[in-house]
């Protein structure tokens, strides 16, 4: 289970660490792809083949399913891990969440999540003022 929120850094060559914890868990490869939020999104190898699974029995025909395939498939990219526990992101991925420098790396249960800094804090402040509000309508969710 992926818990907590870090700060990192992203290299010019787009290279960054990922919390030690994090990486244990990842194990040597970890797929990265569009995240909601304006975030990527960071599987390990069986939940990312999971997910694989349950998208291709989406209708085809369904327009909505088509473009959310797509959209998570075609951005998706398998990155492993070098000797000093970083791995190199894609200009592809750091444009799509807007990364520079500053990053926050998040766990969220069953995957990672890579944020631009200033994005994350803007929306943690408002996800924080909502607490309340939202966890009276997902409550139940959380019922057996």
Known sequence: MFI????????????????AKFRD????????TKGLDGCLSGY????????LAKLVTLPSTNKQARTYV????????????????????PAYLTK??????????V?????IEIWDADTW??????????F???AETVTEYLLP
């Open 4 to 19: 907590g929120e870090f700060n990192h850094k992203l290299d010019a060559k787009n290279r960054m660490a990922l919390p």
């Open 25 to 32: 868990q990842l194990g040597d490869t970890v797929v990265i």
């Open 44 to 51: 390990t190898m069986d939940k990312w083949n999971a997910i």
């Open 70 to 89: 797509r959209a998570l498939t075609s951005k998706a990219c398998e990155c492993s891990f070098d000797s000093q526990g970083r791995i190199q992101l």
């Open 96 to 105: 799509e969440a807007n990364l520079t420098k500053d990053v926050m790396v």
């Open 107 to 111: 766990g969220v249960g069953d995957r």
């Open 121 to 130: 804090t803007n929306y943690d402040a408002k996800a924080q003022e909502e």
């Open 132 to 134: 309340d509000e939202v």
